[in-house]
């Protein structure tokens, strides 16, 4: 099973500002990587596939990077609506496996 | 606009049975895969299974193989989980999702609202 372990688990930031939640995977997963936010009562929603492909619809102030093992989702510029729940998940193994989530929360 | 309406769920004793369907609108569904994940406090997201848009691909967690089977019927557009043994460790909020591939990936950029399965005596 391929481990997926997102830092931090909390990140407090200003709206306006920048926020860079992190994935890392125990094993390569190439650019298999998506990214969901999810909101309190909510089912996720996909933001990033391919580890830098916006999903229809997301703002452009939603960016990712990385590859192999190690994965960034950036906020350019956060808005109220940005604070929530991020996950990664690889989906290069037939075992998909989702992180445990970084909480973006207003400092 | 699409839409996946989760149902079926409810309280289960430990052993027993129970199927989850999935009502697909707003899209051609054959031509996509699809995937059950699962949501617990306490263990996050988990995927749970997936299947292609033929039936001709299908995976499953290690948690729930032999278990857990699922399926689609093109003609109804819609999908299920069904779920014999059920533990304690299979109580969660379940999800249906679209893949955003035809084959079967992992990407899910659709998702039901869920369905709340409950395993206690």
């Known amino acids: 099973e391929i481990v997926m372990t997102q830092s931090p688990a909390t990140l407090s930031v200003s709206p306006g500002e920048r926020a860079t939640l992190s994935c890392r995977a125990s094993q390569s997963v190439s650019n298999n990587l998506a990214w969901y936010q999810q909101k309190p009562g909510q089912a996720p929603r996909l933001l990033i596939y391919g580890a830098s492909t916006r999903a229809t619809g997301i703002p452009a102030r939603f960016s990712g990077s990385g590859s192999g093992t190690e994965f960034t989702l950036t906020i350019s510029s956060l808005q109220s609506e940005d604070f929530a729940v991020y996950y990664c998940?690889?989906?290069?193994?037939?075992?998909?496996?989702f992180g445990q989530g970084t909480k973006l929360e207003i400092k | 606009e699409v839409q996946l309406v989760e149902s079926g769920g409810g309280l289960v004793q430990p052993g027993r049975s129970l199927r989850l369907s999935c009502a697909a609108s707003?899209?051609?569904?054959?031509?996509?895969?699809m995937h059950w994940v699962r949501q617990t406090p306490g263990k996050g997201l988990e995927w749970v299974s997936g299947?292609?848009?033929?039936?001709?691909?299908?995976d499953y967690a290690d948690s729930v193989k032999g278990r857990f089977t699922i399926s689609r019927d093109n003609a109804k557009n819609s999908l299920y989980l069904q779920m014999n043994s059920l533990g304690a460790e299979d109580t969660a909020l379940y999800y249906c999702?679209?893949?955003?591939?035809?084959?079967?990936?992992?990407?899910?950029?659709?998702w039901g609202q869920g369905s709340l399965v409950t395993v206690s005596s």
């Open positions: 999702a679209r893949d955003i591939f035809t084959v079967l990936r992992g990407v899910a950029d659709y």
């Open positions: 707003g899209f051609t569904f054959d031509d996509y895969a």
């Open positions: 998940q690889q989906y290069n193994n037939w075992l998909r496996t």
């Open positions: 299947i292609s848009w033929n039936s001709g691909s299908i």
